[in-house]
């Protein structure tokens, strides 16, 4: 199968603090890979550089062969949720649309024909076609978790990379979105930064554990010693859909 993402001896130093260290991923084609880790261990340093928005301190990240950035529709990209102003006057056909606009547009750009057909098909194929005209305050958090989404599959890219994308949604939602992500990975490479252990047993193919070196890569079970390498505390995992507790001893603890 074709090598979707090969990621060589990277590492990624901010001033001196060391961020990512010679990180070794190889991701193939339709992989549907989760990525864990703590906060602080590298996750998003890793998508932003794969992404091209921040360049390694050493090693190399290839996309399909190519530097990252070479080709801007090849990668669509759904950022952690952040909070916005939700008075903005953005409609969700608006935020779709951004999906379309080329590198270094004009300030007053005007969107084609067949710009606008595909954010309406990507709208269609997220179930949000009815929202189109709503003003993006009025969304729900799983709503525009799925607008987000929209936006990133407008570059009609071959990889999706989702940052937390169910961390500000409910239950329902959260499931809603994996089975959409699942059905998705049917056509696309998708790569998801998540804390959401349910996740990674019912949905995610492979796993990566990242704590500024990459730990793991591989099925979606764990055992023992990968966690307290990742983690080096203790932490409640799912698996098959059954909790298992894994526990690492503490000083003082009886």
């Given at each position: 199968m074709q090598k979707a993402i090969e990621i060589e001896n990277l590492s990624v130093y901010y001033n001196d603090v060391c961020a990512l260290s010679d990180v070794n991923l190889t991701v193939l084609e339709k992989e549907f890979l989760g990525i864990i880790g703590p906060n602080g261990g590298g996750k998003s340093t890793l998508i932003k550089t794969i992404l091209g928005l921040i360049k390694p301190s050493s090693g190399s990240v290839k996309i399909?062969?190519?530097?990252?950035?070479?080709?801007?529709?090849?990668?669509?990209?759904?950022?952690?949720?952040?909070?916005?102003?939700?008075?903005?006057?953005?409609?969700?056909?608006?935020?779709?649309?951004?999906?379309?606009?080329?590198?270094?547009c004009p300030l007053f750009h005007r969107y084609t024909k067949e710009d606008r057909e595909i954010a309406e098909t990507m709208m269609e194929k997220l179930g949000i076609h009815e929202l189109k005209e709503?003003?993006?305050?009025?969304?729900?958090?799983?709503?525009?978790?799925?607008?987000?989404?929209?936006?990133?599959?407008?570059?009609?890219?071959?990889?999706?990379?989702?940052?937390?994308?169910?961390?500000?949604?409910?239950?329902?939602?959260?499931?809603?979105?994996?089975?959409?992500?699942?059905?998705?990975?049917?056509?696309?490479?998708?790569?998801?930064?998540t804390h959401d252990t349910e996740a990674v047993s019912s949905h995610i193919k492979s796993l990566a554990c990242l704590n500024t070196r990459l730990f793991y890569h591989g099925a979606p079970e764990l055992d023992n010693e990968t966690i307290q390498q990742v983690y080096g505390c203790p932490v409640e995992l799912i698996a098959h859909g059954v909790p298992h507790r894994v526990l690492k001893k503490h000083e003082g603890d009886e």
């Open positions: 399909y062969g190519k530097e990252p950035g070479s080709e801007q529709r090849i990668l669509g990209y759904v950022p952690q949720f952040l909070k916005f102003d939700r008075n903005f006057p953005i409609n969700v056909m608006d935020v779709v649309l951004m999906g379309r606009l080329p590198a270094g709503r003003q993006i305050g009025q969304l729900s958090g799983g709503q525009l978790q799925r607008v987000l989404i929209a936006r990133a599959l407008a570059v009609q890219p071959k990889i999706i990379l989702l940052d937390e994308p169910t961390s500000s949604v409910d239950s329902t939602s959260k499931h809603q979105i994996y089975e959409l992500l699942k059905k998705l990975n049917e056509e696309i490479t998708v790569i998801v930064v």
